[in-house]
């Protein structure tokens, strides 16, 4: 079992930036990539970002590529998004997702909200 704990969520104006956190514990050892998924309200659920944590390979959404940056710290067990630029569409639960594929992850963490003002 893994388990996945995000964490920085908050509220900024549009234009700032956050940085979020999934902590993952449990059996990392065999965890391999990394997804980063957000839910607004009243719409379904979009992909945002994935890294595999042993080459380090990134893949982003399109509506955040140039803005959002994923990256890894192996040692902690630790996966970030940083996200810059941040509009008012960013606002949503941002949640990390371990394995599987991008239809059915494996895990899940419990979500962290996000909220842009205009």
């Known amino acids: 079992q893994v388990q996945l704990a995000e964490s920085g969520g908050g509220l900024v104006q549009a234009g700032g930036s956050l940085r979020l956190s999934c902590a993952a514990s449990?059996?990392?050892?065999?965890?391999?990539?990394i997804r980063w998924f957000r839910r607004a309200p009243g719409k379904e659920r979009e992909f945002v970002a994935t890294?595999?944590?042993?080459?380090?390979?990134?893949s982003y959404a399109d509506s955040v590529k140039g803005r959002f940056t994923i990256s890894r710290d192996n040692a902690k067990n630790m996966v970030y998004l940083q996200m810059n630029n941040l509009k008012p569409e960013d606002t949503a639960v941002y949640f990390c997702?371990?394995?599987?594929?991008?239809?059915?992850?494996?895990?899940w963490g419990q979500g962290t909200q996000v909220t842009v003002s205009s």
């Open positions: 449990g059996r990392t050892s065999t965890t391999y990539v």
């Open positions: 890294i595999n944590r042993g080459t380090g390979v990134t």
């Open positions: 997702a371990a394995d599987g594929t991008i239809a059915v992850p494996n895990y």
